[in-house]
């Protein structure tokens, strides 16, 4: 792939914490529209590549690029606002205020921190609950709703930013079997209308259908990737090979 | 769910068990002449209360405590903000002084920093060349607001910090600034659990005024004394009794409802 009309591009970056380095030089670059799914071992830094990308955490070196944002340059949360504004993110956590409904945990961010009209991000939230299938539970508290629920209400969330790219960080994780089916619906809908997403999973299954590319990270490193159908029917590296034995 | 219920049901016979102990037990004092000690504490009531032999106006008594209850509890509130968000600042140099500062007070007997007030606070202020006295009252407000401060900034830390870290995480995804984040996402969410912590504090300092009465201001101690020197002596139990009881129901319904807030935030989520 030509480097340079990526959307997102990585080069070499290394991450430590204290000691311990998570992220041992990763490359990786996405084109606009693609969907790529990290998948992995735990603790291989699956999460720590989606939390460099949007600049949650620095990195020690190397270089983030996100359309015309250089991420690895940035320095305060101000000068980041405008990436963030571009890249979105959905976290296995959920992490819904729950000091607010449904509708203003979609609303808060356009109205607060873009400053978009309230009319207009009303409309707009509205129809991203609709989209989600939640439009009943608009005026609902997240400990009111399941797991799944609030998940796809924290779609709706990262979807009101109107960002060029979604992060999915172990989306489905912390759900319990039935309610994962209604999450992955609403990321596949995404996928299939675009929108640059990356994905860290361990819904292999999943991955498979809805990838554009797999990587397989162990280590710190992106040890092989490529079209799911070659990572998951004849996969290069041993190490894969291990690990798909492990999960498949 | 039963365990519940029987668990509530044996509490409440014996509170029950423990009021009706007291009404017989008084009854049956009444009957030994304690009549008479309770009719002294009722002629000396309004004084008590009010500081005044008539109940009005208010001069001292319990009114007294629970003016500067209110006084050193606002005290504490401003000064207790400010610590809190010292301990919470990135500023190692902001945040390490607010730390010792905190520890300090905290770690000190209420008694021995009233003391502390009345002797390092002068009783004249010279400014401008205007000497202005400072009053008994004054002292006491600040020497019961410091410890206060410390354990109000320390419930503001305690509340911040127990907000889960997915909801920075989540805010700073958002685009949210810092400052904003604290405004419109933390401190909404802590408020909640502050509130509870702020109401039994409270329900302390009022406890806690009590030793103002080291201060000479004529609080309800101060009048008890000054009282009992023209009492019998058979009767001086039956006016600490009475001291007790108006202390406990000031703070006891206080305690209550801040239990019960309590229970309301412990179902919050992540």
């Known amino acids: ?248 | 769910m039963a365990l519940i219920a029987t668990y509530a049901g044996k509490k409440r016979t014996v509170q029950l068990g423990i009021a009706l102990a007291l009404v017989a037990w008084v009854a049956l004092d009444a009957t030994g002449g304690g009549g008479e000690g309770w009719a002294r504490v009722w002629a000396r009531l309004p004084i008590l209360l009010t500081g005044n032999g008539s109940g009005w106006p208010l001069s001292g008594g319990f009114a007294l405590n629970v003016f500067l209850s209110l006084c050193a509890m606002a005290m504490a509130a401003l000064l207790g903000t400010a610590l809190g968000f010292g301990m919470l600042a990135k500023n190692r140099l902001v945040r390490v002084p607010c730390f010792f500062v905190m520890n300090f007070l905290r770690n000190s007997p209420w008694l021995v920093l009233l003391f502390a007030m009345l002797y390092i606070i002068p009783f004249n202020v010279r400014l401008f060349g205007v000497s202005i006295a400072i009053p008994a009252f004054a002292k006491a407000v600040i020497g019961l607001a410091l410890p206060t401060a410390a354990n109000f900034a320390e419930i503001i830390r305690g509340a911040v910090q127990s907000i889960h870290s997915g909801q920075w995480e989540a805010a700073r995804a958002l685009g949210y600034m810092p400052m904003a984040i604290y405004g419109r996402i933390i401190l909404p969410q802590a408020l909640r659990r502050m509130i509870p912590g702020w109401m039994n504090l409270y329900a302390l300092l009022m406890i806690a005024t009590s030793l103002a009465t080291v201060t000479g201001i004529q609080d309800v101690i101060t009048t008890l004394n000054t009282l009992l020197a023209m009492e019998n002596e058979r009767v001086i139990v039956y006016f600490y009794i009475t001291a007790l009881f108006l202390f406990f129901a000031f703070c006891y319904p206080l305690a209550l409802l801040a239990r019960r807030m309590e229970q309301s935030v412990k179902g919050d989520s992540l």
């Open chain 1, 1 to 248: 792939m030509n480097r340079t009309d990526a959307l997102i591009e990585l080069d070499q970056v290394t991450k430590s914490f204290g000691a311990f380095q998570v992220l041992k030089g990763i490359s990786l670059a996405v084109k606009d529209g693609e969907a790529v799914c990290i998948i992995g071992p735990s603790g291989s830094g699956k999460s720590t590549i989606l939390r460099c990308i949007n600049g949650l955490i620095p990195i020690n070196s190397g270089s983030i690029r996100v359309g015309t944002h250089e991420v690895h340059k940035m320095k305060t949360e101000k000068e980041m606002r405008p990436l963030r504004h571009q890249v979105s993110m959905v976290f296995q956590q959920y992490n819904l205020f729950p000091h607010r409904t449904a509708l203003q945990n979609v609303m808060m961010a356009p109205v607060q921190v873009l400053g978009h009209d309230r009319r207009e991000v009303e409309a707009r939230a509205r129809r991203l609950l609709a989209k989600v299938r939640l439009s009943e539970k608009a005026d609902a508290y997240p400990g009111q709703l399941s797991g799944g629920q609030q998940q796809r209400v924290a779609i709706a969330r990262a979807l009101a930013m109107e960002p060029q790219v979604i992060l999915f960080d172990e989306v489905t994780a912390a759900l319990d079997p039935e309610t994962v089916k209604e999450v992955l619906t609403a990321i596949r809908e995404l996928v299939d209308e675009g929108l640059t997403c990356i994905l860290v999973t361990h819904e292999m299954k999943f991955a498979r259908e809805v990838a554009d590319r797999v990587c397989f990270t162990d280590h710190g490193r992106i040890v092989e990737s490529g079209p799911p159908a070659q990572i998951f029917d004849a996969p290069q590296d041993p190490r894969t090979r291990e690990f798909l034995g492990q999960v498949l």
